[in-house]
């Protein structure tokens, strides 16, 4: 059999049609031959295939490799060796590896010359030799892995042989289904009724799909007809409906051959999904709910029909459900969050000029928006008009407008909406105004007046219900009913209304000014709108009830030029950032340009779909699309250090890894604007990091040619992820084959929002309407990047690279007395730096001597270990002494090279925990009482640096070098405090995995050791420190 590699992906990002080169992936594996069953496996290995073997030298080595018919032996060809050696015992094998998990697929020499999905190995005899072979696609590592573990767990648990033909849990039920639907109990049924009937337990499958491959079948029985026979349905059912990635990870999961018990289902949940207080009782009810047989039901076990209904439900959602509901602190000050705003909620899809209506804002409030503009003209007959674009129909009376929020307002979120009036009409006019909104919205408009004493603005917990009115105000100069005031810093002309064309701007650039009646001044309170000066004007005079209104451009200059300045402000601050004049077309601005600086609304038109518009939908989702989100810890803290446009890890701030695999896709539709033929696309998948400027990435698989609606990439994606706060995760579905449009589908979440596991991604339409039964299954994990600590996530740490340990400093401020109390940090810093990665290095050299993967958890690793510990004639005999806290483990009698340098790995890794776990009180101490030591300088700062005469840019580089110290005070302490819970967490899964595989001794109960495990509550962070003013 020929052999052909895939080329080597490179990481690019979609590129224009012209320029756009696919990346195909070939398969020695027939394109029409679907492993989905170990029989099929077992049917491939015996044909044998051509794989390369690994020699201890690095050298590849082309071998035939083949299973012989009695099934005891996996033999090669040719080799040196004589034929009786060029083989392995399958009842000798102790594990089969994915992946490049040994030393020698990990070495320098061989890491990069092929993809990880491609290789793996076998671990084997008394001495745990390894045979490292690479294939030439991930569907061929997958038969051998699946067909070798099959027969590895069927020597251990069962003495018949595969095709013995005992019926299973899954052919018993197909039969029973098939057997209510022979209403005439004539052992057959017509081929439409069959063709329903697997359609209905697969709803996502065309009806025409299943009809073609009972034709097939019967063509190749030579068996035509209308009707099908209870065999023939079996067959097909099989064929369509077994995910053979599904039922891969079912063999490597499974201790009975087809199915999961439940233990096996628990350690999956645990291990795999990262899922807290996992008991039998769950794993039943889970059973009971998805698995189709009865007997399964009865027995507890979960088959394959019931693993892929499980997997495919929402108990196995990406989306981590705790964000379903609040889930943050909503007590800090508004300026604390990120709230959801639209620029042009009345427009429909199309440009400036398209239609208008009510519809337009009843969307944007039922999909959590919390700040919304209105435009109110002069209306032709006395009543006032909101524009939302130049063409008549975008017109609605300001009276229908206030009546579609009064209804809505607080349909989906309960948090306060801020209500931004434009006002552009006639004094009568804004009489009007403020009667309808008086009279309408009574009782939810805020009116008390600001707190002169306060020194922020109030909550949202305390604004719940409550309408926010934001505008211009009277100054206090003025007692009249009306007075002049600026106009609005959003242009007018943006609205388009056409007595304004001929209309020439005041000379100078100066802003025109209007009238503005007392009614509608008195309706302002917490949201003033006030022209922006500068930064330094607004420290010394801007009230904290007051807020500007910067445009894209105005906006984005100071992102660029002075990110930390616009970041500091908006600690306090609210900030409203529009959409320039020139998007005719309703486009919108990158919300993520102007949250990187902490700029609170980002208006957008939610009426234009697209990259934009998904960003802001998948952000806000993550506090149960209450419209507000809480920002990062860094851009609210007093005194902290956060530059915008960091292109590297942020001080004080551990960065992270995800791992992302997409295995495959279900049920893809074709493009809506395709003008290809057929029904069939060329998949690929690109994934996309929004966040930071260190963080922004993309990476996209291989193109599947020809794969029908269910394509398997099989590729893992990697990314660093510096401020996970901010990071948002699009997984984008595009064809490589297209003529006129490539987009499939999205779906876009949060960071903080990714469960790990196996995971299934329900896909939306560009619109971001949900496409049913569309669906990308992937596989996260996230782990910590390399060389620093352990992902803050489900007990994942990371692996360590090869390089020399870097240790955070401080930096001088120029003022003798604060520089000498940052001093005294330098050594603490340096052993909390030392304690967590002496532990990360430990873990990590534990987990690959297992064979495991950077993001396997304590419990996985032990678990691994046990299974090769298997009671026979020459196993060793291990054992995890439970009795203590810090639980050794035990070996008696021969131990082979491997086993032994894994206990010497365990060892390390248990005594760097006790030390950190002893000693990290201590440090973490001394950390916080130097920081709180400068903190107590703070008030003083200004005054200290004025006596040192600093000014100008070395009085700024002393405020960021004092800020800088603080932040990494702060977050080396927290870091510090992180890792005493996580090692803590892990002595817990030892303690678990020991009694649940029976190599415990001495232990009955897990130690209490002051392990936290349950969900985060939403709580003030008030208790932790104060968040408020800026440094």
Same mark, same amino acid.
């Given at each position: 059999?020929?052999?052909?590699?895939?080329?080597?992906?490179?990481?690019?990002?979609?590129?224009?049609?012209?320029?756009?080169?696919?990346?195909?992936?070939?398969?020695?594996?027939?394109?029409?031959?679907?492993?989905?069953?170990?029989?099929?496996?077992?049917?491939?290995?015996?044909?044998?295939?051509?794989?390369?073997?690994?020699?201890?030298?690095?050298?590849?080595?082309?071998?035939?490799?083949?299973?012989?018919?009695?099934?005891?032996?996996?033999?090669?060809?040719?080799?040196?060796?004589?034929?009786?050696?060029?083989?392995?015992?399958?009842?000798?094998?102790?594990?089969?590896?994915?992946?490049?998990?040994?030393?020698?697929?990990?070495?320098?020499?061989?890491?990069?010359?092929?993809?990880?999905?491609?290789?793996?190995?076998?671990?084997?005899?008394?001495?745990?030799?390894?045979?490292?072979?690479?294939?030439?696609?991930?569907?061929?590592?997958?038969?051998?892995?699946?067909?070798?573990?099959?027969?590895?767990?069927?020597?251990?648990?069962?003495?018949?042989?595969?095709?013995?033909?005992?019926?299973?849990?899954?052919?018993?039920?197909?039969?029973?289904?098939?057997?209510?639907?022979?209403?005439?109990?004539?052992?057959?049924?017509?081929?439409?009724?069959?063709?329903?009937?697997?359609?209905?337990?697969?709803?996502?499958?065309?009806?025409?799909?299943?009809?073609?491959?009972?034709?097939?079948?019967?063509?190749?029985?030579?068996?035509?007809?209308?009707?099908?026979?209870?065999?023939?349905?079996?067959?097909?059912?099989?064929?369509?409906?077994?995910?053979?990635?599904?039922?891969?990870?079912?063999?490597?999961?499974?201790?009975?051959?087809?199915?999961?018990?439940?233990?096996?289902?628990?350690?999956?949940?645990?291990?795999?999904?990262?899922?807290?207080?996992?008991?039998?009782?769950?794993?039943?009810?889970?059973?009971?709910?998805?698995?189709?047989?009865?007997?399964?039901?009865?027995?507890?076990?979960?088959?394959?029909?019931?693993?892929?209904?499980?997997?495919?439900?929402?108990?196995?959602?990406?989306?981590?459900?705790?964000?379903?509901?609040?889930?943050?602190?909503?007590?800090?000050?508004?300026?604390?969050?990120?709230?959801?705003?639209?620029?042009?909620?009345?427009?429909?899809?199309?440009?400036?000029?398209?239609?208008?209506?009510?519809?337009?804002?009843?969307?944007?409030?039922?999909?959590?928006?919390?700040?919304?503009?209105?435009?109110?003209?002069?209306?032709?007959?006395?009543?006032?008009?909101?524009?939302?674009?130049?063409?008549?129909?975008?017109?609605?009376?300001?009276?229908?407008?206030?009546?579609?929020?009064?209804?809505?307002?607080?349909?989906?979120?309960?948090?306060? %909406?801020?209500?931004?009036? #434009?006002? !552009?009409? $006639? =004094? *009568?006019?804004?009489?009007?105004? +403020?009667?309808?909104?008086?009279?309408?919205?009574?009782?939810?408009?805020?009116?008390?007046?600001?707190?002169?004493?306060?020194?922020?603005?109030?909550?949202?917990?305390?604004?719940?219900?409550?309408?926010?009115?934001?505008?211009?105000?009277?100054?206090?100069?003025?007692?009249?009913?009306?007075?002049?005031?600026?106009?609005?810093?959003?242009?007018?002309?943006?609205?388009?209304?056409?007595?304004?064309?001929?209309?020439?701007?005041?000379?100078?650039?100066?802003?025109?000014?209007?009238?503005?009646?007392?009614? %509608?001044?008195?309706?302002? #309170?917490? !949201?003033? $709108? =006030? *022209?922006?000066?500068?930064?330094? +004007?607004?420290?010394?005079?801007?009230?904290?009830?007051?807020?500007?209104?910067?445009?894209?451009?105005?906006?984005?200059?100071?992102?660029?030029?002075?990110?930390?300045?616009?970041?500091?402000?908006?600690?306090?601050?609210?900030?409203?950032?529009?959409?320039?004049?020139?998007?005719?077309?309703?486009?919108?601005?990158?919300?993520?340009?102007?949250?990187?600086?902490?700029?609170?609304?980002?208006?957008?038109?939610?009426?234009?779909?697209?990259?934009?518009?998904?960003?802001?939908?998948?952000?806000?989702?993550?506090?149960?699309?209450?419209?507000?989100?809480?920002?990062?810890?860094?851009?609210?803290?007093?005194?902290?250090?956060?530059?915008?446009?960091?292109?590297?890890?942020?001080?004080?701030?551990?960065?992270?890894?995800?791992?992302?695999?997409?295995?495959?896709?279900?049920?893809?539709?074709?493009?809506?604007?395709?003008?290809?033929?057929?029904?069939?696309?060329?998949?690929?998948?690109?994934?996309?990091?929004?966040?930071?400027?260190?963080?922004?990435?993309?990476?996209?698989?291989?193109?599947?040619?020809?794969?029908?609606?269910?394509?398997?990439?099989?590729?893992?994606?990697?990314?660093?992820?510096?401020?996970?706060?901010?990071?948002?995760?699009?997984?984008?579905?595009?064809?490589?084959?297209?003529?006129?449009?490539?987009?499939?589908?999205?779906?876009?979440?949060?960071?903080?929002?990714?469960?790990?596991?196996?995971?299934?991604?329900?896909?939306?339409?560009?619109?971001?309407?949900?496409?049913?039964?569309?669906?990308?299954?992937?596989?996260?994990?996230?782990?910590?990047?390399?060389?620093?600590?352990?992902?803050?996530?489900?007990?994942?740490?990371?692996?360590?690279?090869?390089?020399?340990?870097?240790?955070?400093?401080?930096?001088?401020?120029?003022?003798?007395?604060?520089?000498?109390?940052?001093?005294?940090?330098?050594?603490?810093?340096?052993?909390?730096?030392?304690?967590?990665?002496?532990?990360?290095?430990?873990?990590?050299?534990?987990?690959?001597?297992?064979?495991?993967?950077?993001?396997?958890?304590?419990?996985?690793?032990?678990?691994?270990?046990?299974?090769?510990?298997?009671?026979?004639?020459?196993?060793?005999?291990?054992?995890?002494?439970?009795?203590?806290?810090?639980?050794?483990?035990?070996?008696?009698?021969?131990?082979?090279?491997?086993?032994?340098?894994?206990?010497?790995?365990?060892?390390?890794?248990?005594?760097?925990?006790?030390?950190?776990?002893?000693?990290?009180?201590?440090?973490?101490?001394?950390?916080?009482?130097?920081?709180?030591?400068?903190?107590?300088?703070?008030?003083?700062?200004?005054?200290?640096?004025?006596?040192?005469?600093?000014?100008?840019?070395?009085?700024?580089?002393?405020?960021?070098?004092?800020?800088?110290?603080?932040?990494?005070?702060?977050?080396?302490?927290?870091?510090?405090?992180?890792?005493?819970?996580?090692?803590?967490?892990?002595?817990?899964?030892?303690?678990?995995?020991?009694?649940?595989?029976?190599?415990?001794?001495?232990?009955?109960?897990?130690?209490?050791?002051?392990?936290?495990?349950?969900?985060?509550?939403?709580?003030?962070?008030?208790?932790?420190?104060?968040?408020?003013?800026?440094?």
């Amino acid at each position: 059999m020929t052999t052909v590699f895939s080329p080597s992906l490179q990481d690019g990002s979609r590129q224009k049609p012209m320029q756009k080169k696919k990346t195909v992936s070939f398969s020695a594996m027939p394109s029409d031959r679907k492993i989905n069953s170990p029989a099929a496996c077992i049917s491939f290995m015996l044909e044998g295939c051509q794989m390369k073997k690994v020699r201890s030298n690095s050298r590849m080595y082309n071998r035939c490799f083949v299973l012989d018919p009695d099934l005891h032996y996996l033999r090669w060809e040719p080799s040196k060796k004589d034929s009786e050696k060029a083989k392995i015992e399958i009842k000798s094998v102790k594990e089969v590896r994915v992946g490049k998990k040994t030393p020698l697929l990990r070495s320098n020499g061989l890491s990069d010359q092929f993809p990880d999905e491609c290789a793996f190995s076998i671990i084997y005899g008394d001495n745990y030799e390894s045979l490292d072979l690479v294939a030439s696609s991930a569907d061929v590592v997958n038969a051998w892995v699946m067909g070798l573990r099959y027969l590895v767990s069927y020597g251990k648990h069962s003495p018949e042989a595969p095709e013995a033909g005992h019926p299973s849990l899954r052919t018993s039920w197909i039969s029973s289904v098939f057997d209510i639907a022979d209403l005439e109990k004539v052992g057959q049924i017509p081929m439409s009724r069959a063709v329903q009937l697997i359609k209905a337990l697969n709803p996502g499958m065309k009806a025409s799909t299943i009809e073609l491959k009972f034709k097939e079948l019967q063509k190749a029985s030579d068996r035509p007809g209308s009707d099908v026979t209870c065999n023939l349905f079996m067959e097909a059912y099989c064929e369509l409906c077994t995910r053979p990635e599904i039922f891969f990870l079912l063999v490597q999961l499974s201790s009975n051959k087809e199915s999961l018990g439940l233990r096996d289902l628990m350690t999956f949940l645990e291990v795999e999904q990262g899922m807290e207080g996992v008991t039998e009782e769950t794993c039943q009810e889970i059973i009971v709910k998805y698995e189709p047989s009865k007997e399964g039901q009865e027995k507890g076990y979960l088959a394959i029909d019931g693993f892929t209904r499980y997997l495919l439900s929402s108990d196995c959602s990406i989306f981590d459900p705790q964000h379903h509901q609040v889930c943050q602190d909503m007590t800090q000050p508004l300026s604390h969050y990120y709230i959801n705003s639209a620029h042009s909620a009345s427009l429909r899809e199309g440009s400036f000029c398209g239609t208008g209506g009510i519809s337009g804002y009843i969307s944007a409030l039922r999909v959590g928006c919390r700040s919304m503009e209105l435009a109110v003209w002069d209306g032709t007959d006395g009543e006032p008009l909101v524009y939302g674009g130049c063409s008549p129909a975008s017109r609605v009376a300001f009276r229908s407008v206030v009546g579609v929020i009064d209804q809505y307002a607080f349909e989906a979120s309960a948090y306060p %909406l801020i209500l931004g009036l #434009s006002v !552009c009409c $006639s =004094v *009568p006019q804004q009489r009007l105004m +403020a009667e309808y909104l008086r009279k309408t919205l009574g009782g939810k408009l805020y009116l008390d007046p600001p707190a002169p004493e306060e020194a922020y603005l109030p909550s949202p917990e305390k604004l719940k219900g409550k309408i926010l009115i934001k505008g211009r105000k009277l100054p206090p100069s003025c007692h009249e009913s009306e007075g002049d005031v600026t106009d609005e810093e959003e242009s007018p002309e943006l609205w388009g209304h056409p007595d304004e064309d001929d209309r020439e701007m005041p000379a100078g650039g100066r802003r025109r000014r209007r009238r503005l009646t007392r009614e %509608l001044s008195d309706l302002v #309170s917490l !949201c003033q $709108s =006030v *022209p922006f000066r500068d930064f330094e +004007a607004s420290r010394r005079v801007q009230h904290y009830w007051e807020l500007c209104s910067f445009s894209e451009v105005e906006a984005g200059r100071f992102s660029l030029e002075c990110p930390e300045e616009l970041v500091s402000y908006n600690k306090r601050f609210l900030s409203r950032v529009h959409p320039s004049p020139m998007r005719i077309d309703a486009s919108n601005v990158n919300p993520q340009d102007f949250w990187k600086c902490g700029c609170q609304m980002v208006a957008m038109n939610f009426q234009t779909p697209g990259l934009m518009m998904d960003l802001n939908t998948g952000w806000f989702r993550q506090n149960g699309a209450c419209g507000y989100v809480l920002r990062p810890a860094v851009m609210r803290e007093e005194v902290s250090y956060f530059s915008a446009n960091a292109k590297d890890s942020l001080p004080g701030m551990q960065a992270q890894l995800l791992h992302l695999k997409v295995i495959s896709g279900q049920n893809l539709p074709k493009p809506k604007g395709s003008g290809a033929k057929g029904d069939v696309v060329e998949p690929y998948v690109c994934a996309e990091i929004h966040g930071i400027p260190a963080d922004c990435a993309e990476q996209r698989t291989k193109t599947v040619v020809q794969s029908g609606d269910n394509p398997l990439f099989d590729e893992s994606l990697e990314f660093q992820i510096n401020l996970p706060e901010l990071a948002v995760l699009r997984l984008v579905v595009l064809d490589d084959d297209y003529i006129g449009d490539e987009f499939i589908a999205q779906y876009t979440i949060p960071f903080e929002c990714l469960q790990s596991g196996y995971r299934h991604v329900p896909l939306q339409s560009l619109a971001g309407e949900p496409l049913p039964h569309a669906t990308l299954f992937v596989h996260v994990a996230v782990t910590d990047r390399p060389g620093g600590g352990k992902g803050h996530r489900r007990g994942l740490s990371g692996r360590k690279g090869r390089r020399v340990r870097e240790y955070a400093s401080t930096k001088a401020t120029g003022i003798k007395a604060i520089d000498e109390v940052f001093r005294t940090a330098t050594q603490p810093l340096r052993e909390a730096t030392d304690l967590r990665e002496n532990v990360q290095n430990a873990l990590v050299s534990f987990k690959e001597l297992c064979g495991l993967t950077p993001a396997a958890t304590m419990k996985q690793c032990i678990l691994t270990v046990a299974t090769w510990l298997v009671p026979s004639e020459s196993a060793p005999s291990v054992t995890l002494n439970l009795g203590e806290q810090y639980p050794p483990m035990e070996a008696q009698g021969a131990v082979p090279e491997l086993l032994r340098k894994v206990l010497t790995a365990y060892e390390t890794t248990i005594q760097t925990s006790r030390t950190l776990i002893e000693s990290a009180d201590a440090v973490h101490s001394r950390l916080t009482q130097a920081q709180q030591a400068g903190m107590d300088f703070h008030k003083e700062l200004r005054h200290l640096e004025a006596k040192e005469g600093l000014k100008g840019r070395k009085l700024q580089k002393a405020l960021e070098s004092f800020a800088w110290n603080i932040t990494v005070l702060k977050g080396h302490a927290d870091l510090l405090k992180q890792a005493k819970a996580e090692a803590l967490d892990n002595l817990w899964q030892i303690h678990n995995a020991g009694q649940s595989c029976g190599i415990g001794r001495n232990g009955s109960a897990s130690p209490d050791l002051g392990r936290a495990r349950a969900p985060p509550e939403p709580v003030s962070e008030t208790e932790g420190g104060s968040d408020t003013g800026s440094c």
